[in-house]
């Protein structure tokens, strides 16, 4: 099993986005995959339109309950959601208190590692305690950048923070890549962007996401875009995005967290 935490302290740079409908191409691609919603305001889970009536994570990271009884199927074959509330915020403040408490969601997801190839957590717009489990608990993190304006200001910030998690969390953590989201061709600025992402920051994704209609419109119909629009740009460029998310995690050194890493050739 790989972990990918999905992370920029920026809101709506298109993190919830990336992290559904990566998923949902991995899980096209027949990888086992896990979508932790670790934001409480649950986009992802009703992206999905994952049945959040029951347990949400909130419940796992208290220990209230193994992470495995919150966890939904989605109408989708492969592709599973545990999901959130905003009950997390109250979770946040309770596990504060608590020793080990960045390791929470580390440990909660051990108990997982044989029933997924992939996990992708979709990390809320902060720096805070759930940022950090989400983190603490991933091998790798990917983090969208939206084309625009000081976008490049922002991610330092979180490039910081994941330099002290290395440092005093977790020295095994990859910061995998920058993935240039809602790409405007048309304009001089998301060109001039995407130029300066990938000059600055090595590990920027080849693939790019336009910015498109049909991406914004998915989730309302609580579907990914590979199903909602499955022939359009979105659709193609979060496949190409999934098989590269997929090459790089097979490259990682082979510490991995859990065991099962994709590309460890156990997967069909
Ligand atoms: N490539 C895209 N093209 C058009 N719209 C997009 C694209 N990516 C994201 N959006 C839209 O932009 C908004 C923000 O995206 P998203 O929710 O994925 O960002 P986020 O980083 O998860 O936000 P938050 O920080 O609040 O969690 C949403 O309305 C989403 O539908
Ligand atoms: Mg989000």
Same mark, same amino acid.
């Given at each position: 099993?790989?972990?990918?935490?999905?992370?920029?302290?920026? *809101? *709506?740079?298109?993190?919830?986005?990336?992290?559904? %409908?990566?998923?949902?191409?991995? /899980?096209?691609? *027949?990888? &086992? @995959?896990?979508?932790?919603?670790?934001?409480?305001?649950? %986009?992802?889970?009703?992206?999905?339109?994952?049945?959040?009536?029951?347990?949400?994570?909130?419940?796992?990271?208290?220990?209230?309950?193994?992470?495995?009884? $919150?966890?939904?199927?989605?109408?989708?074959?492969?592709?599973?959601?545990?999901?959130?509330?905003?009950?997390?915020?109250?979770?946040?403040?309770?596990? /504060?208190?608590?020793?080990?408490?960045?390791?929470?969601?580390?440990?909660?997801?051990?108990?997982?590692?044989?029933?997924?190839?992939?996990?992708?957590?979709? $990390? *809320?717009?902060?720096?805070?305690?759930?940022?950090? %489990?989400?983190?603490?608990?991933?091998?790798?993190?990917?983090?969208?950048?939206?084309?625009?304006?000081?976008?490049?200001?922002?991610?330092?910030? =979180?490039?910081?923070?994941? &330099?002290?998690?290395?440092?005093?969390?977790?020295?095994?953590?990859?910061?995998?890549?920058?993935?240039?989201?809602?790409?405007?061709? &048309?304009?001089?600025?998301?060109?001039?962007?995407?130029?300066?992402? &990938?000059?600055?920051?090595?590990? @920027?994704?080849?693939?790019?996401?336009?910015?498109?209609?049909?991406?914004?419109?998915?989730?309302?119909?609580?579907?990914?875009?590979?199903?909602?629009?499955?022939?359009?740009?979105?659709?193609?460029?979060?496949?190409?995005?999934?098989?590269?998310?997929?090459?790089?995690?097979?490259?990682?050194?082979?510490?991995?967290?859990?065991?099962?890493?994709?590309?460890?050739?156990? =997967?069909?």
């Amino acid at each position: 099993m790989s972990v990918v935490a999905v992370a920029n302290q920026k *809101g *709506g740079v298109g993190k919830t986005t990336t992290t559904v %409908n990566l998923a949902a191409a991995a /899980a096209e691609m *027949g990888r &086992r @995959t896990l979508v932790i919603d670790a934001d409480a305001q649950a %986009n992802a889970t009703s992206a999905l339109g994952a049945d959040a009536s029951g347990a949400h994570i909130y419940d796992a990271l208290l220990g209230e309950i193994p992470l495995k009884q $919150c966890i939904v199927p989605t109408a989708w074959a492969a592709l599973d959601v545990a999901p959130s509330s905003m009950d997390l915020v109250a979770a946040e403040l309770e596990l /504060a208190g608590q020793p080990q408490r960045e390791y929470v969601l580390r440990g909660a997801l051990s108990a997982v590692a044989e029933t997924y190839d992939l996990v992708l957590i979709d $990390c *809320g717009p902060s720096l805070g305690l759930m940022t950090l %489990n989400a983190l603490v608990a991933s091998d790798a993190a990917i983090a969208p950048v939206q084309c625009e304006y000081l976008a490049l200001e922002g991610l330092s910030a =979180l490039l910081e923070t994941i &330099r002290r998690v290395q440092m005093h969390l977790h020295p095994g953590l990859q910061l995998l890549g920058v993935v240039a989201t809602m790409y405007d061709g &048309r304009t001089r600025l998301s060109q001039d962007v995407a130029a300066q992402l &990938r000059s600055h920051i090595s590990s @920027t994704f080849d693939t790019i996401i336009p910015r498109s209609i049909r991406l914004s419109e998915a989730p309302s119909h609580q579907r990914p875009i590979i199903d909602y629009a499955p022939r359009s740009r979105g659709a193609e460029a979060y496949r190409e995005l999934a098989g590269e998310l997929l090459v790089r995690l097979s490259e990682l050194p082979s510490s991995s967290l859990y065991a099962n890493r994709v590309g460890d050739g156990a =997967l069909t």
